[in-house]
């Protein structure tokens, strides 16, 4: 149980590095960065419920 709430607090670290670096990069950077981001979002998203499940059993 420990382990999951370690890794569930590192991956809401690393989605808030991530706002972080988006925040510091100009709006002008190439639409494919932005659908790179996306996609880690949604995986990250996907992560994150997994974990829950498994914490709540």
Same mark, same amino acid.
């Given at each position: 149980?420990?382990?999951?709430?370690?890794? @569930?607090?590192? &991956? @809401?670290?690393?989605?808030?590095?991530?706002?972080?670096?988006?925040?510091?990069?100009?709006?002008?950077?190439? &639409?494919? @960065?932005?659908?790179?981001?996306?996609?880690?979002?949604?995986?990250?998203?996907?992560?994150?419920?997994?974990?829950?499940?498994?914490?709540?059993?």
């Amino acid at each position: 149980m420990l382990l999951y709430t370690k890794v @569930f607090i590192s &991956l @809401f670290d690393i989605t808030f590095i991530r706002n972080a670096l988006v925040d510091e990069i100009p709006f002008s950077k190439t &639409l494919n @960065f932005l659908f790179v981001q996306k996609k880690i979002v949604t995986l990250l998203s996907v992560v994150k419920i997994k974990l829950m499940t498994l914490c709540l059993h």
